[in-house]
């Protein structure tokens, strides 16, 4: 009888070295996979060379937009309102300076955004090329351009020029001291200059509250009411791990815990835990279990409420959509409603981040974590700076260091700059089978061994999207509509996806769609939703807060904070202890 071998023991060892490589690969292309870059390009490029239809159209293409150009030429020379050859896209802004205007750099900027025009249709629109590659090669094309964007440099930028000559080079000198600054600050691990002048409990976090639980996860934290009497449903905060909190409690005036307690709500937030290599094992299980599960028991057992208005922020978002699932299919009736603040549960279409995600790239990613036991703050951070380049990377460069302007630091830019990281096993979980698999739309998502459906859920919804969201695209965030047949009123509102969630009353030039689908309601797609819903001008915050007023009981005495009696005694005022890690 054969006798099947036993292990290799160097199986453990080349797969330790296949980390150890992979991991140092990745900190050398910021996460980024060479192999799956390569397929991309490859699969465009053989695609395109058996094309020769789409070959004689580029050509054509580019005759054409040549011809348009020398066209703009010939009319500028005689008429310098002459209108352009091509416009910026909305979201670009490079070139609105009206020195742009003048020659020669007029004809620079429609070169750039002729090429920019023509570059798109040469990767896209080719038969047989896949969507992730045609997205990945697209994307890096787009960013090689943008590097020789005539913005970006001395010679073929004006109003550059015009800074130069109006400040006698002083600006370059600012530009110069403003690198060394922010490089000192990189190299010591510091906050960018000027976010050390906001602190968590000082001037930013400052709602008064306690900490009334707190395990290895979080800590949950009970605002003090400011309001004679408050609704008998709480509310209860998730934020994203990926973020702390205190972006729903920033300054005085633009936090949304003051405003909800002004409004009369009891309300309760989530502050996660900033985990290390020590909590490498940490997955989504536990999250869900030591967060908002432990705070929903806490929550309930404090107030003695039989309903409870949850509301989740991006990530925390997704987590709520799943405990709110394994409730209804547990049949555990503590939620009186959910609220979702950008937040996916369906990623089929995740957007541009979707970009970083397939097997290979979830191959280095996961190998870099590995070797930490966790994912850092800054190379999450540096992958958002890709996806806004222009906004975060080039913009900063051209105005910092080479104008020499420092934009103030506020309180969202200085929040921004305090991130958390994420342990290895939720991250890589959470990538492979919400992102990668997408199980939770398709019913195979799993909590407590048992697979759970967002069909289930039949709580009215009250759902959040920004129009200009790269984390959540708003597309993405509405498919919740597809996923359940609840009561759901969407939101989209101006901004992106932290400034349009912080969105306080008073806020100049804000405005939202809202439109609300009935309890088992027919869904529609996006383009329908937008054209029948109402355009209302000022802060979402008010129509959310008239909604969960809707569905909340009629008022009573606030309770003390916490209940020590119950096993919650108050533990700290807030912001608490996790907030303040790094």
């Known amino acids: 009888m054969a006798v099947s071998p036993g292990p290799d023991p160097l199986d453990g060892i080349a797969g330790t070295l296949d980390r150890f490589a992979s991991a140092a690969i990745a900190q050398s292309t910021f996460g980024l996979s060479p192999g799956t870059l390569w397929q991309a390009v490859g699969d465009w490029w053989c695609h395109l060379a058996t094309s020769p239809g789409k070959q004689l159209h580029l050509a054509a293409k580019a005759g054409r937009k040549y011809a348009r150009l020398t066209d703009y030429v010939v009319r500028s020379a005689t008429d310098p309102a002459a209108a352009p050859a091509i416009e910026p896209l909305p979201q670009d802004h490079r070139f609105t300076d009206p020195a742009w205007a003048r020659p020669p750099f007029n004809i620079l900027a429609q070169s750039f955004l002729l090429s920019q025009q023509w570059l798109y249709a040469a990767t896209t629109g080719i038969g047989g090329v896949s969507r992730h590659h045609e997205q990945m090669v697209e994307f890096a094309a787009r960013q090689i351009l943008d590097v020789f964007a005539p913005t970006n440099f001395l010679a073929t930028n004006p109003v550059l020029q015009q800074r130069i000559i109006e400040t006698g080079g002083k600006c370059l000198i600012d530009g110069m001291r403003h690198l060394m600054d922010d490089m000192q600050h990189l190299v010591r691990g510091l906050p960018p200059v000027g976010a050390d002048a906001f602190i968590p409990g000082d001037n930013v976090a400052t709602a ?155 191959h280095m990613l996961e190998n870099m974590m590995w070797s930490r036991g966790y994912l850092d703050s800054s190379q999450m951070g540096g992958a958002f700076q890709i996806l806004r380049s222009n906004d975060l990377v080039w913009s900063r460069i051209l105005t910092e260091y080479l104008m020499g302007e420092r934009p103030p630091m506020n309180d969202l830019m200085a929040w921004n700059a305090d991130g958390t990281r994420m342990p290895y096993a939720m991250h890589s979980q959470y990538l492979r089978e919400l992102f990668l698999d997408d199980a939770l739309a398709e019913g195979r998502y799993k909590v407590g061994g048992r697979a759970i459906s967002l069909s289930a859920i039949r709580k009215p919804m009250f759902v959040v999207g920004t129009e200009r969201d790269h984390v959540a695209p708003w597309h993405s965030v509405h498919k919740i509509h597809q996923m359940t047949g609840a009561e759901i009123t969407f939101v989209l509102t101006s901004g992106g996806h932290n400034a349009g969630i912080v969105s306080e009353p008073g806020h100049k030039g804000r405005y939202f769609r809202v439109r609300t689908r009935p309890l088992d309601g027919i869904p529609c797609t996006p383009e329908e939703w937008e054209d029948g819903a109402e355009v209302k001008q000022g802060s979402w915050w008010i129509e959310w807060g008239e909604w969960l007023g809707q569905r909340s009981g009629d008022p009573v005495a606030p309770l003390p904070l916490g209940s020590a009696e119950k096993g919650y005694a108050p533990l700290g005022d807030a912001p608490g202890h996790y907030v303040l890690e790094h």
Not at 269 to 287: C, F, Q, V
Not at 324 to 332: I, K, V
Request: aromatic share 10%; glycine share 8%; net charge negative.
């Open 208 to 362: 008064p509250g306690k900490v009334v639980y707190r395990n290895e996860l979080m800590e949950l934290i009970q605002y003090a009411p400011t309001t004679e009497t408050v609704r008998p449903e709480p509310v209860l905060i998730v934020p994203a791990w990926i973020m702390k909190y205190y972006i729903l409690d920033l300054s005085p005036d633009n936090s949304m815990v003051r405003w909800l307690t002004s409004q009369g709500f009891t309300v309760f937030m989530i502050s996660w835990h900033n985990p290390g290599t020590k909590d490498r094992d940490l997955d989504m299980e536990a999250y869900l279990r030591m967060g908002p599960m432990a705070a929903l028991d806490a929550v309930t057992a404090i107030t003695g409420a039989t309903g409870v208005h949850a509301a989740g922020y991006c990530l925390g978002g997704t987590l709520l959509s799943i405990m709110a699932a394994a409730l209804a299919r547990d049949g555990d009736d503590r939620l009186a409603s959910v609220t979702l603040f950008a937040a996916q549960t369906e990623f089929s279409e995740p957007g541009e981040l979707g970009l970083f995600i397939d097997e290979g790239q979830l």
